[in-house]
């Protein structure tokens, strides 16, 4: 029976369709599913703290109109994610408490400090893009609610991106002072950017078996050398040095080399040892207990509602 439901699977995803909720899937492919998509939901909600920080302190109503909608979409999609893994099975409550209890990851990116308002640009520009190169592939992805959740969140992103490189174009346009400020959160995003993308290929756990599930479409190393590419053109554009004197480019591999990455700072952040993690989880904590009784009087309400 096993074997028969596993080859219609493996058929599934050989055809490159997808697998529904109600679909028989293999308990690991289950597994790797919930705990890629909570830990992309979590990034989402945490990802929120960095540049909320900004939000009663942009410099104009236009800045604050755009970076408030662009922290609520980042809301919307951490719930449409949430409910993906809902579709696995997945309790939502608990997925809160293994976040806050620190049993699952959330992005390494999101421990690291917003200093001044050019953050904010450079967080578009850099991890609203690399976000944008590692999930474009997702909406491929072999689960089918989350591949759909997946077109959506990109379509925001890409939105999210133009605002964070418009913001820096404007900033670049300004005083001295504003574009070394431009400068400097470039040279603070750049490399933890790179670490987005999770350990070199040689060193990734899960990338095999989630290749060959189709749930990833390209290794780590593929997609953090895409972004690279990429972001090279957007850096001279901006007018901005990128902090790695080893970034050139190579004729015969046809990209960019670059330097090597502080795989012990990723490690250290993934750790719990980063430079805001205690903030992050605490401030999310925080408000999960804040918002205790919403959820008590919704429940109360859904219990009436049911009982009429
Ligand atoms: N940070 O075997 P590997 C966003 C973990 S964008 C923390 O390569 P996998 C946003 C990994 O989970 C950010 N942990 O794993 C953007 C695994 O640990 P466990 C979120 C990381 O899953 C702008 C271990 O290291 N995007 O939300 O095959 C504004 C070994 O790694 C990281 C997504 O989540 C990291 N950087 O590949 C607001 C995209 N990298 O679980 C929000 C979907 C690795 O075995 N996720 N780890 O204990 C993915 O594409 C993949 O999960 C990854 C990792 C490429 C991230």
Known sequence: MTETLQSHVDETIGHDRRIEPRDWMPDGYRRTMIRQIA????????????EGNWITRAPSLRRKAILLAKVQDEAGHGLYLYSAAETLGADRAELTELLISGRQKYSSIFNYPTLTY????????????????????????SYGPYARAMVRICKEESFHQRQGYELLL?????TEAQRQMVQDATNRFWWPSLMMFGPPDDRSPNSAQSMAWGIKRHSNDE????????????????GVTLPDPQLRWNDERGHYDFGPIDWDEFGAVLAGNGPCNAQRIQRRKQAHDDGAWVREAAMAHAAKAGAR
């Open 170 to 174: 404007t900033m670049m346009r300004g």
């Open 39 to 50: 830990q992309h939901a979590h990034s989402e909600i945490i990802g929120m703290q960095p």
């Open 223 to 238: 997609l953090r050398q895409r972004f690279v590419d990429m972001s090279v053109p957007q850096a001279e554009k901006l």
């Open 118 to 141: 050019a953050d904010v640009g450079v967080i578009g520009w850099l991890v609203d893009g690399a976000a944008i190169c590692n999930q474009v592939p997702l909406c491929r992805s």
